[in-house]
């Protein structure tokens, strides 16, 4: 089921347009502000937006820069009376999905909504059983749910993709889900890591070998971008590859042609190309550690994965779901953290990212006597001392709204842990909240 948020002023189309799209199959949650939709926003975020344009306070221009600045791929729907069609057309120009006149066809509204839907990757057909694209991913984060989005309308095509982020971020994960969502789900998903193979293999890892080539080769090695055709070849530290590697990968990617070491034919192959990198591109370029036409080949779509302090939302939920996998593998009855715990993990500083905190859940989950994994091991599991949060003297600007945001999510909308987290008093916090729209009752777990 899509969640659409729903902007208007007027009660009476709220009511009626909210009433056609539930009729539809859609949740539907509703603003009668701009302002109350950011605050809805930010607690989380829906799968498209349909807003009125002309609104007292935020109007809904302001409201659609508002989104485009922070979630360009949310899609947005603007309902516009005659006399302001050319603001909306303007809109739409400046990325807006597109515009609907009032009084609004019901109609030509769930025609353009379910495009909408279906053109951002929200709309899944699923078989039953079927495996969901994005298994394993875990997030409650609006910037992850955002590149989750991307990813999805990248796989649709059969564009390369370079997926950028720090060790531990779940990069291949992520080109993982990109192959379950493309076309060619039902080929090989190949993954290989550069930097792990040494680089007098890695030609013949990569493009395969014919038996008497060099010595050592006893027999005919088909190579992994042979393997990976009619599927997906997952390029991990793709930073690391040889020069003369790299001139070869491009002949592939050009010419959809593969030759392996000691043949004297190339052999036609289909793949696409998802690759990843924690190192900076752009910089081996300038190097000429890096060829300028691989990386265009490559990064057509750049997908830039956040490191887990930059998404400490969905430390809970991650520790949560790794807790549960852990003690199922290891036979062991282990249910829950103590809060004690939970307070270590949300304000660890996670340089490993997403896997030292699988790490460290393993760790504490093996050693647990009980079932309720201790603070102190938790504690013994972190390879630094916890640090805690920065607190809200240290943010500033355009930042504060973002940290406020990511104390309701930690906190789950208890005002009091958050104004705790945050070392202010609740009156003051709550002047905070009303400064930037936010709710924390829209932050409680089930209230959406």
């Known amino acids: 089921m899509s969640t659409i948020l729903l902007v208007d ?38 799968d498209l937006v349909v807003t009125d344009l002309r609104m007292g306070g935020m109007d809904g221009l302001a409201l659609f820069d508002h989104i485009h600045g922070q979630m360009p791929t949310l899609p947005v729907i603007i309902l516009t009376a005659h006399g302001t069609i050319p603001e909306a057309v303007a809109a ?38 079927e495996e969901s694209w994005n298994a ?11 590149i989750l989005r991307r990813a999805r309308l990248v796989a649709q095509s059969d564009a390369s993709a370079c997926i950028r982020g720090a060790s531990g971020t779940g990069k291949e994960l992520l080109a993982r889900a990109i192959h379950r969502a493309s076309p060619r789900c039902d080929g090989p998903f190949v993954a290989v890591n550069c930097a792990a193979i040494p680089e007098n293999l890695l030609e013949s890892e990569l493009f395969g070998h014919r038996k008497g080539s060099f010595t050592g080769a006893t027999y005919d090695h088909k190579g992994l971008i042979p393997a990976a055709d009619g599927g997906t070849l997952f390029l991990d530290e793709i930073g690391d590859m040889p020069l003369a590697l790299q001139a070869k990968l491009l002949r592939v990617l050009q010419e959809h042609e593969v030759r392996s070491v000691g043949a004297t034919k190339s052999t036609a192959v289909d793949v696409r190309v998802v690759s990843a990198t924690h190192r900076n591109i752009e910089e081996l370029m300038k190097t000429g550690s890096f060829r300028e036409d691989l990386y265009y080949r490559l990064n057509v ?11 400490r939302e969905d430390i809970v939920p991650l520790a949560t779901h790794f807790l549960a996998a852990t003690a199922a593998r ?33 760790q504490a989950v093996a050693l647990t006597t009980s079932g309720v994994v201790p603070a102190s091991l938790v504690q013994a599991a972190l390879s630094d001392e916890a640090a805690p949060l920065a607190s809200l003297e240290e943010a500033r600007g355009k930042f504060e709204r973002e940290y406020l945001v990511r104390i309701l999510r930690i906190s789950g909308g208890n005002v009091t842990q958050a104004a705790k987290l945050a070392r202010r008093n609740r009156t003051e916090f709550y002047k905070l909240l ?14 959406h």
């Open 434 to 447: 009303e400064r930037h729209c936010l709710e924390p009752g829209l932050f409680k777990p089930g209230k």
């Open 301 to 311: 779509v750049s997908l830039a994965l956040p490191p887990l302090a930059e998404r």
């Open 136 to 146: 394993g991913i875990i997030t409650c984060s609006p910037a992850m749910e955002d």
């Open 92 to 129: 739409t120009r400046r990325g807006a999905f597109g515009f609907l006149p009032k009084p609004y066809d019901a109609k030509l509204l769930l025609e353009q909504v379910e495009q909408a839907l279906r053109l951002s990757g929200s709309v899944q057909v699923a078989s039953a059983g």
């Open 330 to 362: 290891y036979g062991k009855d282990v249910s829950s953290f103590a809060p004690e715990a939970l307070e270590l993990l949300m304000a660890a500083p996670w340089p490993g990212n997403v896997r030292q905190l699988l790490n460290a859940v393993e």
């Open 9 to 46: 002023d007027d009660p009476d189309i709220l009511k009626l347009v909210a009433m056609r799209l539930t009729a539809a199959g859609h949740e539907v949650r509703t603003a009668e502000s701009g302002e109350r939709a950011m605050a809805l926003l930010a607690a989380v975020p829906p």
